[in-house]
């Protein structure tokens, strides 16, 4: 069971993943289904297909106990949302125009909240009951990135309480 959870953990997390960006060759993505990234994409065959979407912003968590799809990532302004999208296969979209159109339309949306310092609406595309980790590392990031002030801590002490009330696990805020 501890094991079970161990891994449940390891892919809800920003610890383990892979950035498309870092994925040059076919033998980097072989590499990556291998060690149990769902990942479709070369960096050049993501830049053909979506080249409105920066690979380096794109990421796969390690899936070993279930399949994660990609998401985006941007920790400079504390960006994560998930894009719907599984191998080469779009959830939501019909093509791949609607897809991009989409999801540039969230990045602006989410940059507008990071400037506008919206934190609650920031990190509300990734609050679910597992992504407490993915929280942490968001709410460290904007730690990392932003000028103390009072809308941030007015969002990370009630996130904070929140993901340890649902955690067995030690509170421990480090910087990396």
Known sequence: MQRILGLLNQSNSL?????LSNIETEDDLNRCIADQYAVAFTKAQWVARFPKIPPENVVCAQGTLNVNGL?????????????HLFGNSL???K???DFQRRTC??????????AD????????????????????QLLLDLL?????NSKLYTTIIPSVMAVRAFSQTPLILQKR
Do not use: W
Request: aromatic share 8%; proline share 7%.
């Open 15 to 19: 610890e383990h993943i892979v950035r």
């Open 71 to 83: 998401m985006y990532y941007d920790p400079k302004h504390g960006i994560c949302f998930p894009l």
């Open 91 to 93: 959830l939501f979209d």
């Open 95 to 97: 093509t791949d125009d």
């Open 105 to 114: 339309s969230m990045i602006s949306e989410l940059e507008q909240c990071h």
């Open 117 to 136: 310092r919206d934190y609650r609406r920031l990190l509300q595309p990734v609050v679910s009951e597992g992504t407490g980790k993915i929280v942490m």
């Open 144 to 148: 990392n990135a932003d000028e103390p």
